[in-house]
Nanobody
């Protein structure tokens, strides 16, 4: 079983940066593809980024590709989301997810989900 805990959210002014972390339990972290979703109040959950189990492949929502970077450190059982040049519309609860199937993860059908970390961007 995998448990995920997000951290790193907070309040930041527009144009600033945040680095989110997703700490995973267990010793099989490298077997799982990892990803990030976000959900703003009154909005549907939205795909942000994903990374393959080896870290060799990354995927982004087109509108976020220039500003967000997903990475992972399998030795630390942790995935990251570096967010730069943040905008007020990035305000949302950000969730970490894991799945052995990358295609299913990208569709939002994750095996495991974290509790979320709040990102608030002020203008």
């Amino acid at each position: 079983q995998v448990q995920l805990v997000e951290s790193g959210g907070g309040l930041v002014q527009a144009g600033g940066s945040l680095r989110l972390s997703c700490a995973a339990s267990g010793r099989t972290f490298s077997d799982y593809n990892m990803g990030w979703f976000r959900q703003a109040p009154g909005k549907e959950r939205e795909f942000v980024a994903a990374i393959s189990w080896s870290g060799g492949s990354t995927y982004y929502k087109d509108s976020m590709k220039d500003r967000f970077t997903i990475s992972r450190d399998n030795a630390k059982n942790t995935a990251y989301l570096q967010m730069n040049r943040l905008k007020p519309e990035d305000t949302a609860l950000y969730y970490c997810t894991a799945h052995t199937s990358l295609s299913r993860l990208r569709r939002g059908v994750g095996d495991y989900w974290g509790q979320g970390t709040q990102v608030t961007v002020s203008s």
